[in-house]
C-alpha cells in the first residue's frame, strides 16, 4: 500500500495536469524494490520469535579431478567466508572440497564452484539434515551440526612425480579426528589408513 502512496506524491509533485503515463511507469521501476524490501522486512519484525519452522543444514562432499590454479583455491576460500560456510578444501590431485551450513548458502556455493572451469567437478556425497527449530535457535542449531570450525585450506605431505598429490593417510587422519572417517571410502573406493 505504501507504494501507492509514493507514487501518488510523485505524480503530485511532477505531473500537474499534465499525461504521465511513461513516468510512473519508471517511477515505479526505479522505486519497487525499495518498498518490496521494506515490506519484507516489516513482515519478519511481524513474526514472533518463537515461531517453530524447518530448517536444513547440509554438507556437501565436492571432488575435483584436481585443484591447482591460485584464482580457484581463492575463490574457494573466499566465497565459503562470504557464506558462512565451514569446511575444507584440499587442493592437488585429486581436489577435496567440504562446505558445511545452512541448505541456501550451500547451494549458492556450488553454484558458483561449478560455473569455474574444471576438468571434473561434482558432488560425491552430500548430506541433509532438517530440523524444527525456533527463529532463536537457527545459530546454536546449525552450529550443533558443524563438523568443523572454519572454513580453511588443508595442506598435507605432499607426495608423487610432480609433487602434486597429497598424503590420502594424514587426509583419512584429519575426516577421523571430525567423525567423517567413512567419507574416505565414498571418494576413493577403498578404506582409508592412517600413514
Known amino acids: 500500500m505504501q507504494i501507492n502512496t509514493g507514487l501518488y506524491e510523485y505524480l503530485r509533485r511532477s505531473c500537474c495536469g499534465e499525461i504521465c503515463i511513461l513516468n510512473a511507469i519508471e517511477w515505479i521501476k526505479d522505486h519497487a524494490i525499495t518498498y518490496m524490501i521494506k515490506e519484507s522486512l516489516a513482515d519478519d519484525k511481524r513474526q514472533p520469535a518463537n515461531i517453530t519452522k524447518n530448517v536444513i543444514c547440509t554438507r556437501l562432499w565436492i571432488y575435483s579431478h584436481h585443484i591447482y590454479n591460485k584464482e580457484k583455491r581463492k575463490n574457494i576460500l573466499e566465497w565459503a567466508k562470504e557464506l558462512s560456510l565451514t569446511g575444507f578444501s584440499m587442493p592437488g590431485k585429486p581436489g ?71 598424503d590420502l593417510g594424514q587426509l583419512y587422519q584429519f575426516l577421523n579426528e571430525r567423525d567423517c572417517g567413512d567419507i574416505f571410502q565414498l571418494y576413493f573406493g577403498v578404506e582409508g589408513k592412517v600413514s
Open 96 to 166: 577435496v572440497v567440504c562446505v558445511e551450513g545452512a541448505h541456501s548458502a550451500c547451494e549458492e556455493y556450488w553454484a558458483r564452484i561449478k560455473r569455474l572451469t574444471w576438468k571434473r567437478i561434482l558432488i560425491r556425497h552430500r548430506e541433509d539434515t532438517t530440523m524444527d527449530i525456533t527463529n532463536d535457535e537457527m545459530t546454536s542449531v546449525i552450529q550443533m551440526f558443524r563438523k568443523f570450525t572454519n572454513f580453511e585450506e588443508k595442506i598435507f605431505t605432499v607426495r608423487g612425480n610432480r609433487s602434486n598429490h597429497m
